[in-house]
């Protein structure tokens, strides 16, 4: 048994990380039987849980979308904010219950609150029903461990550094978009913010891998990858001969892959030669999520993200120059503790100068082990909860805005399926990651096609074939 350690993950040495290529040494022993694979958060999870898919089916088992007709259930958790643990355990009730009628059903628990020292306490003292529990750094493991699964809970979560992992399978969810993870981990450790201890440090990709990677997903008739990381333009800074993000998105880009995407950007690594870089290429797609985080330099210095509000605008302003039709959108933390109305106010005047084309909000939410937790708060909850209201109001008028400048224009989509309300309709994106639902066949699914906006609405856009 391995139990998570805070301090543990949180040790930086300068010891090179080791790569590691995935062995697939397991049979197909549970056949006929069902698994319930379930993400919480990010879309590295979202990864994550594409390569636990693909485990589970190498095991033999097949999936089931519904809960009571599985066999072994796999929790992809997120920790990132309170309520994700909320969720989590009150879905580990549903389990339990279905345990008792099920008593061979197994329930595993993976992702980042596996990594916390007081989910996995908990999880060993007060639900011993769960049979598993891996972590990040070894989801390679799960296949073992389930053909090992006794009654005594498992338990194997490591606070290492961590290890690059290549020839990795997954089980995609998608023929049409791939995420393609460039690096794991992250070294910022900004003050609020829990993944450098869930994830490890910062781990690159060899850009040879990643290329051929990219290259076998063309050939596969992918029209579409997402580069994955936490902090993707920080790609290549720890690698024994460094090599930039740009470097790194040309060569894929020379793919000639018709649609390439970035998550997750942090302004501080955003160079001049990464914005010229997506300006020059065709299909370097225009669009960048660029968390602001707080517009008050005062709350961006104790959250430790090492820019100033006025570094952020600048940075802004270059990108909206050089990237032709450029969409930006950004992340805020509303309520940092002891964030005042000055601040917010602060806040409020950079989302009016950037005008973003949407933004995701939240509450500041305190994390175990994080310094941030630690600073005692002033604001109230409600106060708190009045600030976010009236921050959504003006993000979700200028998304609306942003949007009404699409309406009569012509914009390339790629269709990617049958719209969930309406199934005479298709979804897909525009260059922009715009959400548009046209009426259309379903034969154009995985097709780029040119779409006449008709409506625009705040999230998302009405159009029919151009
Ligand atoms: S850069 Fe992102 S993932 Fe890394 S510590 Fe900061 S908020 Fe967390």
Same mark, same amino acid.
């Given at each position: 048994?391995?139990?998570?350690?805070?301090?543990?993950?949180?040790?930086?040495?300068?010891?090179?990380?080791?790569?590691?290529?995935?062995?697939?040494?397991?049979?197909?022993?549970?056949?006929?039987?069902?698994?319930?694979?379930?993400?919480? !958060?990010?879309?590295?999870?979202?990864?994550?849980?594409?390569?636990?898919?693909?485990?589970?089916?190498?095991?033999?088992?097949?999936?089931?979308?519904?809960?009571?007709?599985?066999?072994?259930?796999?929790?992809?958790?997120?920790?990132?904010?309170?309520?994700?643990?909320?969720?989590?355990?009150?879905?580990?009730?549903?389990?339990?219950?279905?345990?008792?009628?099920?008593?061979?059903?197994?329930?595993?628990?993976?992702?980042?609150?596996?990594?916390?020292?007081?989910?996995?306490?908990?999880?060993?003292?007060?639900?011993?029903?769960?049979?598993?529990?891996?972590?990040?750094?070894?989801?390679?493991?799960?296949?073992?461990?389930?053909?090992?699964?006794?009654?005594?809970?498992?338990?194997?979560?490591?606070?290492?550094?961590?290890?690059?992992?290549?020839?990795?399978?997954?089980?995609?969810?998608?023929?049409?978009?791939?995420?393609?993870?460039?690096?794991?981990?992250?070294?910022?450790?900004?003050?609020?913010?829990?993944?450098?201890?869930?994830?490890?440090?910062?781990?690159?990709?060899?850009?040879?891998?990643?290329?051929?990677?990219?290259?076998?997903?063309?050939?596969?008739?992918?029209?579409?990858?997402?580069?994955?990381?936490?902090?993707?333009?920080?790609?290549?800074?720890?690698?024994?001969?460094?090599?930039?993000?740009?470097?790194?998105?040309?060569?894929?880009?020379?793919?000639?892959?018709?649609?390439?995407?970035?998550?997750?950007?942090?302004?501080?690594?955003?160079?001049?030669?990464?914005?010229?870089?997506?300006?020059?290429?065709?299909?370097?797609?225009?669009?960048?999520?660029?968390?602001?985080?707080?517009?008050?330099?005062?709350?961006?210095?104790?959250?430790?993200?090492?820019?100033?509000?006025?570094?952020?605008?600048?940075?802004?302003?270059?990108?909206?120059?050089?990237?032709?039709?450029?969409?930006?959108?950004?992340?805020?933390?509303?309520?940092?503790?002891?964030?005042?109305?000055?601040?917010?106010?602060?806040?409020?005047?950079?989302?009016?100068?950037?005008?973003?084309? !949407?933004?995701?909000?939240?509450?500041?939410?305190?994390?175990?082990?994080?310094?941030?937790?630690?600073?005692?708060?002033?604001?109230?909850?409600?106060?708190?909860?009045?600030?976010?209201?009236?921050?959504?109001?003006?993000?979700?008028?200028?998304?609306?805005?942003?949007?009404?400048?699409?309406?009569?224009?012509?914009?390339?989509?790629?269709?990617?399926?049958?719209?969930?309300?309406?199934?005479?309709?298709?979804?897909?994106?525009?260059?922009?990651?715009?959400?548009?639902?046209?009426?259309?066949?379903?034969?154009?699914?995985?097709?780029?096609?040119?779409?006449?906006?008709?409506?625009?609405?705040?999230?998302?856009?009405? !159009?029919?074939?151009?």
């Amino acid at each position: 048994m391995h139990l998570p350690n805070l301090e543990e993950a949180k040790i930086r040495t300068d010891k090179k990380s080791e790569i590691k290529n995935n062995s697939y040494d397991f049979k197909k022993q549970f056949q006929n039987q069902k698994f319930y694979l379930k993400t919480y !958060g990010c879309q590295m999870n979202v990864h994550d849980s594409e390569e636990i898919r693909k485990y589970l089916e190498m095991l033999g088992y097949q999936e089931t979308k519904t809960l009571e007709e599985a066999d072994i259930v796999v929790l992809n958790t997120c920790a990132i904010r309170e309520n994700a643990h909320d969720k989590v355990f009150g879905y580990l009730g549903r389990c339990k219950h279905l345990k008792h009628e099920k008593p061979n059903l197994l329930i595993c628990l993976g992702g980042c609150m596996s990594q916390e020292e007081s989910v996995v306490n908990e999880i060993k003292n007060k639900h011993p029903y769960v049979d598993i529990v891996f972590g990040t750094h070894n989801i390679n493991d799960l296949p073992k461990m389930i053909i090992d699964a006794k009654e005594k809970q498992n338990i194997e979560v490591y606070s290492i550094e961590g290890n690059v992992y290549e020839n990795v399978l997954y089980s995609r969810d998608s023929k049409i978009t791939a995420w393609v993870n460039i690096m794991y981990g992250c070294d910022k450790f900004c003050t609020y913010c829990i993944v450098p201890y869930t994830r490890g440090k910062q781990r690159s990709r060899r850009l040879e891998s990643i290329v051929k990677e990219v290259e076998e997903l063309k050939e596969a008739g992918y029209k579409e990858v997402t580069l994955l990381g936490q902090n993707v333009n920080a790609y290549g800074k720890d690698l024994e001969e460094p090599v930039t993000f740009s470097e790194l998105l040309e060569k894929v880009a020379e793919t000639k892959i018709p649609r390439i995407r970035f998550v997750t950007s942090h302004p501080w690594d955003f160079t001049s030669e990464l914005i010229e870089c997506i300006a020059k290429y065709e299909n370097i797609m225009p669009y960048i999520h660029l968390p602001l985080q707080s517009g008050s330099s005062r709350i961006l210095k104790l959250m430790g993200r090492r820019y100033t509000k006025e570094e952020y605008l600048k940075l802004f302003q270059e990108i909206k120059e050089k990237i032709k039709d450029v969409s930006i959108t950004t992340d805020i933390i509303v309520g940092f503790p002891n964030e005042t109305e000055e601040d917010f106010l602060e806040t409020l005047d950079v989302v009016n100068k950037c005008q973003f084309d !949407g933004a995701f909000t939240f509450i500041y939410s305190p994390r175990e082990g994080t310094p941030a937790r630690l600073i005692k708060d002033s604001v109230s909850q409600k106060e708190k909860e009045e600030r976010l209201a009236r921050l959504n109001k003006i993000v979700n008028q200028y998304s609306l805005n942003n949007n009404k400048k699409l309406e009569g224009k012509i914009e390339e989509v790629l269709f990617l399926g049958v719209s969930e309300k309406d199934d005479k309709k298709l979804y897909g994106y525009t260059k922009t990651m715009k959400l548009v639902n046209v009426k259309a066949d379903s034969t154009l699914i995985g097709q780029i096609v040119p779409v006449k906006i008709t409506e625009a609405k705040s999230f998302s856009l009405d !159009g029919e074939i151009a």
